[in-house]
């Protein structure tokens, strides 16, 4: 990683830190998600366990959009982002050091999530070689949420409805590419009757993350073209 | 230093430049006038590798602008109407970073930011978030932010705007210090005194192109009216 990417990444943090609105934002939304999923699902549908993966990947990839859509709008809205473009060195750059800012957002929120899920549903996520695979498959998933969805935001950072520009593109990309595995090997990772193999879905998100953070690192600079 | 040929610039069917052509000598210091909408603003951003241009050949400092980007922007430093800081972080934070993102190693970089802290009249604000900062005070912090690499190359589009006489004569002095230092300088302005103050050679661009060019010493306050206003004249016809 560059060290243009490492020092807008730190940054990202450091600002974000200081006023911690993104991050805010993000963690009452999993909140909410997650209680809305608690109470509206009853253990005739299966129960929690049922509802879990599910539950978390979508608490994962709705808050994580904050972060996505804050990581450039705040650079759009203070018109900073010229000054990242001014800067010498490749642009890619940007790319590497936005998504890595994201990924550190958005990973923290997930382990909040995980705890808020485990305390709400009374879940348990069982002993260290489960929570291990989880890591696994919630870092992949992640890795492969931030490096599509960061090159979209850049490209609707300079649209109307960004807001809303920005989920409605990257969702139809990441439902099959990346929900659906992750929660298919989460939920074989904390099944009731012991782990299952998760080889396949792991290797498939890990396809993923490296195909769009490579087609992102070959598109970032067109994007961005005046 | 900056040499431009044949410069055309299109935004959909609109030709902002057309076929525009510009020679800055090294250590020169040009001012730019002309109407709202002539494209000052697009040449610009031409330089400073924020917008590609359609046609024509630029070099700076002997990069070539179509290939050599990077380098190119590690020469220039750039002025513009928003000052290009992260509200959240202070003011020294802000030049640290910028300063760092330039390849400024920890020990020079503090030393730099000491001397332009001091050299703006910023040290007191260091620590504050530049978002509490008034507009004056954060156009200093972006000419800062702009020298902050010791560009040989200045940009500047309406560097004086919203600035009191004050921080109007603060960077007037930076500027000429960065001028006695060798350093070369495109300022765009609307004001045509302080432009021939400041200036060793004038520059009038008129829809897309460089209308009229001449030696500031062969002209006079009254001179340069009469020229832009007979430029201007032309260009309603
Ligand atoms: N991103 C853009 N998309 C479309 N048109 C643009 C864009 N940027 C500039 N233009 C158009 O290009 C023309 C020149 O704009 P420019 O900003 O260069 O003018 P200017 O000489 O700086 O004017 P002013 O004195 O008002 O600052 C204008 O007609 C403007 O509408
Ligand atoms: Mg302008």
């Known amino acids: 990683m560059p060290s243009t990417a490492l020092l807008i990444a730190a940054k990202d943090l450091r600002a974000e830190f200081r006023t911690k609105r993104t991050l805010n934002s993000m963690l009452i939304f999993s909140v909410m998600v997650i209680l809305a999923f608690r109470f509206a699902f009853t253990a005739g549908d299966g129960g929690p366990a049922m509802v879990a993966p599910s539950a978390l990947w979508i608490t994962f990839i709705l808050a994580g959009m904050f972060a996505l859509s804050a990581s450039f709008s705040k650079e759009k809205d203070q018109e900073t982002f010229q000054s990242l473009l001014l800067c010498p060195g490749s642009r890619t750059s940007i790319y590497l050091g936005k998504m890595l800012s994201s990924f550190i957002l958005i990973t923290m929120v997930e382990l909040f999530s995980i705890v808020a899920m485990a305390v709400f549903f009374e879940y348990d996520f069982g002993g260290p070689e489960r929570l291990a695979w989880l890591a696994v498959v919630v870092v992949l998933g992640t890795l492969g949420f931030v490096g599509v969805g960061t090159l979209v935001a850049a490209m609707t950072m300079n649209t109307q409805m960004r807001e809303v520009m920005l989920p409605v593109l990257v969702l139809p990309l990441v439902v099959f590419t990346i929900i659906m595995p992750a929660v298919t090997a989460t939920a074989k990772v904390l099944g009731e009757a012991g782990m299952a193999d998760v080889g396949a879905e792991v290797r498939l998100l890990l396809t993923f993350a490296l195909v769009y953070i490579i087609a992102a690192l070959l598109l970032f600079d067109y994007v961005i073209e005046e | ?237």
């Open chain 2, 1 to 237: 230093m900056i040499e431009i040929k044949g410069l055309t610039k299109r935004y959909g069917n609109r030709k902002v430049l057309n076929g525009l052509d510009l020679s800055v000598p090294a250590g020169t210091f040009l001012s730019i006038f002309g109407p709202n909408g002539a494209g000052k603003t697009t040449l610009l951003k031409i330089l400073a590798t924020l917008a590609r241009p359609n046609s024509g050949t630029v070099t700076v400092d002997g990069w070539d602008l179509a290939k050599d980007g990077a380098e190119i922007r590690s020469v220039i430093g750039v002025v513009s109407h928003s000052p290009f800081v992260y509200g959240e972080l202070t003011v020294e934070e802000n030049l640290r970073f910028f300063g760092r993102l330039f390849g400024l190693g920890p020990a020079g970089l503090e030393a730099r930011v000491r001397e332009l802290l001091d050299s703006l009249g910023l040290a007191h604000r260091a620590r504050d978030r530049s978002e509490i900062l008034s507009r004056g005070m954060r156009q200093r912090l972006a000419i800062a932010r702009a020298l902050v690499h010791r560009p040989r190359v200045l940009l500047l589009d309406e560097p004086h705007v919203g600035l009191d006489p004050k921080a109007s004569a603060v960077l007037d002095r930076t500027l000429r210090s960065f001028k006695d230092g060798g350093g070369t300088v495109v300022m765009i302005t609307h004001d045509l005194a302080k432009g021939l103050e400041m200036a060793d050679r004038l520059a009038f661009l008129f829809r897309g192109r460089m209308a009229r060019e001449v030696e500031a010493a062969r002209t006079d306050a009254a001179g340069l009216r009469q020229m832009y206003d007979s430029l201007a004249a032309g260009d309603n016809a």
